[in-house]
């Protein structure tokens, strides 16, 4: 006999030659298709980054391995191991590390070598296990019996991953051993191994008393952890002894640990799946779990619950442990989770979550202004008449917390809160008094969006709720001083020349006007020629030419250059509010108007005349003295001439528009020689229009609302359980109320989803033509975030084909997941292949590919082409709506601009929108009355939001010509580049009316 280290370098040698034999076998071509389909089915259980610019050679590798250096051995294996991770060979690497780090004690090393061993092909090209694998058997059953627990405890681990009964078989009896081995951790990486080799082709063979071994661990065990593996073991293999076992400790579940705790609730959602009719007692299970410590159990229960049950008392479960998660977690992603499993529930139990609107509305608390925002979402779509008077109580005191100025984003989140209460004073206009004045005082507000707000909300309400019609007059006038935003002083303004219908109310709107504007004329030239400002304290001259520099409306053009060298430009005006110190005249008098009008801002000295006018016009009526009447007259006119001198100056940054100019002339015309019809239209008529607007705004919400309530249908043969019928032997009161439940749901169809069989057909793309040896086509699905194609590949041949491989390519935003596999497919056989394909933006984009196999009859390989497929955007948008102020300002802030001429055989107006609309998934957001009437031209605005959040604005401009046809053109801007030319190309392709 030799001694044991010859013994040992006779072996290594016997092996190598074996190993060379083989080798040579396969690089002689000996089963390469074979070797090539093993390598890309072959399951991945390790994914490490590698950098390809740090490439390290075999030779390198090879003599670091040798070495004694044990810091050089660790880094050499890494370097190994990732090259083989990313398809890189290391020849003759494997007998290195058997004869130089198989018998290193390091805890590192031996950790590295089971990684490499994980990752080596172990099988030859016939599905064999190589010879030089018996070489390592010896050494994991070391491993195993080693005395140190982490060795035993990864090894136990690799095992877990391998699928080679041939290694697994001798080392069964040492994983046996260690169940009882005194550390957790072995024991539960046991388990894990028992597991894996359980679930192999021969396992029942290996371990045929598996599932009562681990049964006796997993009531004797105290380690929460391997418990938890003993219990998915038996999920796994054994599912009838996990429930039973589950079944006799229904008294102890609520004390098992977390771990334990999130498997049971797995099996009860797989248990209740298979068998519905038990589902019954499990949900006592998950009740139960409710009160679990974990929030992650919390959460899981929730969600369990609300997917077995439909009852009351299981809904309100669910929603009041989702109200305790949102309140008591501090991390913003949580919120924003729970808030969308709100925002699910309030969609199929709206009755059950109205209950909790209150503790939803405690999330307001959070800083953050998506939890905010989504939160108030979700309070609105729940307020009824018994809870609004708590819910704006809420919403008061969250304004009046937003004047605190150290807090970030008050202005946003004030305009948010306006926003929402002036939605519950619409649903609900008895609520209205109780928060018009407080939100008044925010007409003033610095953050101009928000003070808009506040003004369309005052300007809705002072004519859906007459009775506080007066009180709103008072209080505006009253506060029109603070007002420094030109587009709120402009809509305050309206408001007053409308709603000041009282003699004293008339005179007050007028005095503060005047008030407002200060004394004239508006500028003066002094001797040395400067232009200075009259009501300037004396000793301190104010020069106006400095006025523009603290005042803010700024306009600017940024070019945005297009892929095709086309330039989009656009016009943007920034608003700010004027600065105090220019808002007060001689004597601390307020001049919010005059400060406003030096700037430049003369559309809203247009708005200036016509409230004039129309006070002047409504005093007329009133009084019988004509003196009082020229009076007020003969100071409106010298107002409106003053504006236009202005204007004509070189005072103000700019001159005059003309379209200002021709509307204050047309109050001075009236002024000076009024008639009965102008009377009418300046009295009446547009306030009737204004009528007509909120009217078909109310129209249009209550047609949204008639849309989204859900459709239903049954069959009528359909069978209905009656609940009085039943029997109640056995049955606690809430699986009573699941029943009933589901047969409500049974009854009103909501169990039937009738699939659109038209659309689906429309999704199926034939690949290649009938003609070709492989006949292939796909059904292509669009998820939010990715496309799976499900490929059918049929032979039409009689020959086997071998290494059949669809390859595929993308173009655009666009990204295949995994690589492609090889299959092997008989004559006349078929085969199911899905893609992934990964969606990054929503741009149109392009996959295209081919078909390549093997036969036995040609030597080379064969290729067909496939057809491309097209990813339509439509896929990635959906219509959805925004206000007038939010259209606008986003057309203003947007870069990029695509516009298209139309160029259409369709020529009536509203046939085109329409067509437009319907083949662009977008909605109109121009009112329908705004489109009644044939003028001849037609000018709307469409909006659409893609599931990646991204903004689709269209401004659709079109005339009839004399001709008859159609022309003009269609602008679409957003944020990024490629929804606007995509959009921009569908339009271009779908305008004819095909």
Not at 45 to 69: M, P
Not at 187 to 193: D, E, F, K, T, W
Not at 373 to 394: F, G, Q, S, Y
Not at 407 to 426: D, F, P, T, W
Request: with cysteine.
């Amino acid at each position: 006999s030799l001694p044991p280290p010859l013994c040992a370098r006779f072996c290594v040698c016997l092996y190598l030659w074996g190993f060379c034999v083989v080798a040579f076998f396969c690089w002689s071509g000996f089963g390469r298709s074979r070797s090539m389909v093993a390598e890309m089915e072959k399951s991945c259980s390790l994914l490490i980054h590698f950098d390809k610019g740090t490439a390290a050679l075999a030779n390198e590798i090879k003599e670091a391995l040798e070495g004694n250096d044990v810091s050089r051995k660790i880094d050499a294996l890494k370097k190994a191991i990732m090259l083989l991770l990313n398809g890189e060979s290391v020849p003759q690497l494997f007998f290195t590390i058997v004869r130089y780090v198989l018998p290193s004690e390091d805890h590192t090393i031996q950790k590295l070598l089971l990684l490499f061993l994980e990752i080596i092909d172990r099988t030859d090209s016939r599905g064999k296990i190589l010879p030089e694998m018996i070489l390592i058997c010896n050494n994991l059953r070391k491993n195993l019996q080693h005395p140190n627990e982490y060795v035993r405890g990864v090894t136990l681990r690799f095992l877990s991953r391998l699928n080679e009964a041939e290694i697994i078989e001798p080392l069964i009896p040492s994983v046996l051993t260690n169940l009882e081995h005194r550390h957790a951790f072995v024991r539960r990486n046991s388990v894990l191994a028992i597991m894996s080799i359980y679930k192999l082709p021969q396992g029942e063979q290996l371990l045929p008393d598996a599932p009562d071994l681990i049964e006796r661990i997993l009531t004797t065990e105290q380690d929460l952890s391997t418990r938890r593996n003993a219990f998915l073991m038996l999920f796994n293999c054994a599912q009838q002894r996990a429930v039973n076992y589950l079944l006799s400790h229904l008294d102890s579940v609520s004390n098992w640990g977390e771990l334990l705790q999130m498997l049971v609730l797995e099996l009860v959602r797989k248990v209740c799946r298979t068998n519905p009719a038990e589902k019954g007692k499990y949900i006592k299970i998950i009740i139960s779990l409710l009160n679990s410590s974990s929030t992650a159990v919390m959460y899981e229960c929730a969600g369990t619950l609300v997917s077995l049950s439909s009852a009351p008392t299981a809904i309100r479960a669910a929603a009041n442990t989702y109200c305790q998660l949102l309140i008591s977690q501090s991390d913003n992603n949580v919120k924003l989770i729970v808030l969308d499993r709100l925002q699910e529930l309030k969609a199929s139990h709206r009755e059950v979550m109205i209950e909790l609107i209150m503790d939803i509305l405690r999330a307001l608390s959070s800083p953050n202004l998506d939890i905010r925002r989504k939160t108030l979402d979700i309070a609105l779509d729940l307020i009824t008449p018994r809870n609004i008077d708590e819910v704006v109580m809420t919403l008061k005191k969250e304004v009046v917390k937003t004047q605190n100025r150290e807090l970030e984003k008050n202005g946003e989140y004030r305009q948010m809160l306006v926003q929402a209460i002036h939605s519950c004073a619409l649903r609900f206009p008895e609520v209205a008094s109780s928060v018009v004045h407080l939100l008044m005082d925010f007409l003033g507000d610095t953050n101009v969006a928000s003070a808009m707000d506040v003004a369309s909300f005052v300007r809705e309400i002072i004519e859906t709720n007459p009775k506080l019609r007066e009180s709103i007059v008072a209080r505006l006038l009253d506060t029109f001083y603070q007002i420094t935003s030109s587009r709120v002083c402009s809509c305050t303004l309206w408001i007053i020349g409308e709603y000041c219908l009282s003699l004293a109310e008339v005179q007050s709107g007028i005095s503060t006007v005047k008030q407002s504007l200060g004394d004239l004329p508006f500028y003066t030239i002094a001797e040395d020629g400067e232009i200075i400002d009259p009501i300037a304290p004396k000793g301190q001259p104010q020069l106006i030419k400095s006025l523009p520099t603290s005042t803010g409306t700024v306009s600017s053009r940024r070019p945005a250059v297009l892929e095709d060298g086309t330039y989009a430009t656009q016009s943007a005006a920034f608003e700010t509010a004027v600065l105090a110190p220019t808002l007060l005249g001689a004597g601390g008098t307020p001049t919010n108007l005059r400060a406003i009008l030096l700037t430049g801002d003369f559309f809203l000295g247009a708005v200036i005349a016509c409230t004039l006018t129309k006070l002047v016009l409504r005093l007329e009526e009133m009084l019988s003295s004509s003196v009082t009447v020229n009076t007020a007259a003969a100071e409106a006119l010298l107002i409106m001439v003053s504006i236009l001198r202005l204007g004509h100056s070189s005072v103000p940054t700019h001159p005059i528009d003309d379209d200002s100019y021709d509307r204050i002339s047309l109050c001075i015309r009236i002024l000076s020689s009024p008639d009965d019809i102008m009377r009418k239209v300046w009295l009446h008529t547009c306030r009737e229009s204004f009528v007509k607007m909120i009217t078909d705004k109310q129209l249009r919400e209550t047609e949204e609302t008639k849309v989204k309530a859900q459709i239903s249908h049954v069959q009528p043969d359909d069978l209905i359980d009656f609940y009085h019928l039943k029997s109640r032997k056995g049955m606690s009161q809430l699986e009573l109320e699941d029943e009933v439940q589901d047969d409500l749901k049974r009854a009103t169809g909501d169990f039937t989803k009738d699939a659109d069989s038209k659309r689906a057909l429309n999704r199926v793309l034939q690949l290649t033509g009938f003609s070709d040896p492989v006949y292939a086509e796909a059904y292509v699905t669009v998820h939010q975030y990715d496309i799976v194609l499900d490929v059918t590949v049929t032979n039409r041949t009689n020959e086997t084909l071998q290494n059949l491989c669809v390859e595929l390519a993308t173009m655009g935003d666009l990204k295949l997941v995994e690589r492609p596999q090889n299959y092997i497919l008989a004559p006349e056989a078929s085969k199911q292949i899905r893609a992934n394909i990964k969606v990054s933006s929503t741009e149109t984009g392009v996959i295209f590919g081919n078909i390549v196999y093997e036969t036995t009859s040609v030597v080379d390989r064969n290729v067909v082409v496939l057809n491309d497929i097209h990813i339509d955007i439509m896929d990635y948008i959906s219509p959805a709506v925004c206000s007038d102020v939010a259209f606008r300002n986003m057309w203003a802030e947007f870069e990029w601009e695509n516009k298209v001429a139309v160029n259409t055989n369709i020529q009536d107006e509203k046939e085109f929108l329409n067509h437009v609309v319907a083949s662009t998934n977008m909605r109109c957001l121009t009112a329908l009355s705004a489109l009644e009437g044939d003028c001849g031209f037609l000018a709307v605005n469409l909006y659409a939001k893609s599931v990646f959040g991204e903004d689709a604005l269209v401004n659709l401009s079109i005339e009839k010509q004399q001709d008859g046809k159609l022309a003009g053109y269609i602008r679409i801007r957003s944020k990024t580049q490629g929804i606007a030319l995509s959009l921009g190309d569908k339009i271009t392709l779908k305008q004819k009316g095909s």
